[in-house]
């Protein structure tokens, strides 16, 4: 990226507004669009002077002050570069395992290894433990950090999730061992276990913001209150995404995995088998992530009646009523 201690000036007339997404968030295909950019595991090798190169030019960008040594496209880099490494509340980097962009990394080898373990007591726990693991540890950096949670909450919820997750894989595979479920069924197990127990995860890890409220802002970025069921929609549409995004993912290689072993290639070389299906469950995580996060905008625009009372006769600082009001669903 070029140097930004060059010649500042006011923002030009026609320079693009950095503050929103340079695609269209109202469709659902401007969303995966942009949601491709967060989820971009290569910005996972940015170091870190390129990173607060980045941070400290859209900080510039905040105060109105561009750099006229550094093209536009270089702008929108910065600002993807941001969006996918720090957390949009805080400001703070996020921790590199837990960044969205580091989903398919951390999750293909936990999705491999719950699709391809024994059904074994030992296996079930210990597969379900890791999954659900690492979903509290996303969750918990990329929640909307208006309504931080303590450490006792924190704990209280992941041991909640963690046996939700053991109990429903445990449930399910007795019910297979017992003849109770359809043959087809039987390979939607990890599926069926992880969308329960993942929703119940999310839930779960974000039972704060249900009970106190997330902050709602009004077009200008004014906090005018914490909302319960801005909280309550926006756990929920989390909750819908990670059950979405599960979807493909288990599903998908089982189905793709059973055509290929057939294939002399991999009957000759078996060992092509494991390396084949870790491409398939990365591939199937990548396409699945944006499009299942993109269900929902990130920053939800609501209706001020769909809310509380107490929002409903807010005005803006010259006088006029609110109709809508703005919050941060999390990731």
């Given amino acids: 990226m070029s140097d930004t201690t060059g010649p500042a000036a006011k923002i030009p007339e026609g320079f693009p507004d950095l503050s929103k997404s340079r695609f269209d968030q109202s469709s659902y295909l401007g969303r995966v669009r942009h949601f491709i950019e967060i989820t971009d595991p290569r910005t996972l090798f940015s170091s870190e002077a390129q990173l607060q190169r980045a941070k400290q030019l859209m900080d510039d960008f905040k105060r109105c002050i561009i750099h006229d040594n550094v093209s536009v496209s270089e702008y929108w880099k910065a600002k993807k570069l941001c969006e996918a490494t720090f957390h949009a509340d805080?400001?703070?980097?996020?921790?590199?395992?837990?960044?969205?962009?580091?989903?398919?990394?951390?999750?293909?080898?936990?999705?491999?290894?719950?699709?391809?373990?024994?059904?074994?007591?030992?296996?079930?726990?210990?597969?379900?433990?890791?999954?659900?693991?690492?979903?509290?540890?996303?969750?918990?950096?990329?929640?909307?950090?208006?309504?931080?949670?303590?450490?006792?909450?924190?704990?209280?919820?992941?041991?909640?999730?963690?046996?939700?997750?053991?109990?429903?894989?445990?449930?399910?595979?007795?019910?297979?061992?017992?003849?109770?479920?359809?043959?087809?069924?039987?390979?939607?197990?990890?599926?069926t276990a992880v969308a329960i127990a993942g929703t119940a995860n999310v839930f779960l890890m974000r039972q704060k913001e249900l009970r106190e409220g997330i902050a709602v802002t009004d077009e200008q970025g004014n906090e005018v209150g914490k909302s319960t069921a801005a909280g309550w929609q926006a756990v929920s549409q989390v909750a819908v995404s990670r059950v979405a995004t599960a979807a493909p993912c288990l599903v998908v290689p089982p189905m793709v995995m059973s055509r290929l072993k057939p294939l002399a290639l991999f009957r000759n070389n078996p060992r092509l088998l494991i390396p084949a299906e870790l491409a398939v469950v990365a591939g199937s995580l990548m396409g699945a992530l944006p499009c299942a996060i993109a269900l929902f905008p990130q920053q939800a625009k609501v209706p001020v009646s769909s809310l509380e009372p107490k929002f409903h006769n807010f005005k803006d600082t010259e006088g006029n009523p609110i109709t809508h009001v703005f919050y941060n669903k999390g990731l």
């Fill in 90 to 191: 805080t400001g703070e980097k996020v921790f590199l395992p837990f960044r969205m962009s580091c989903f398919v990394p951390t999750n293909m080898f936990v999705l491999f290894g719950m699709l391809n373990s024994s059904p074994t007591f030992a296996g079930i726990v210990f597969w379900q433990w890791l999954n659900q693991s690492v979903n509290v540890a996303v969750n918990y950096a990329n929640a909307n950090k208006t309504t931080p949670m303590s450490m006792t909450e924190t704990a209280t919820a992941y041991a909640g999730a963690v046996t939700a997750s053991c109990g429903v894989a445990l449930g399910l595979n007795r019910l297979a061992e017992q003849g109770k479920l359809p043959r087809p069924l039987i390979r939607l197990i990890p599926f």
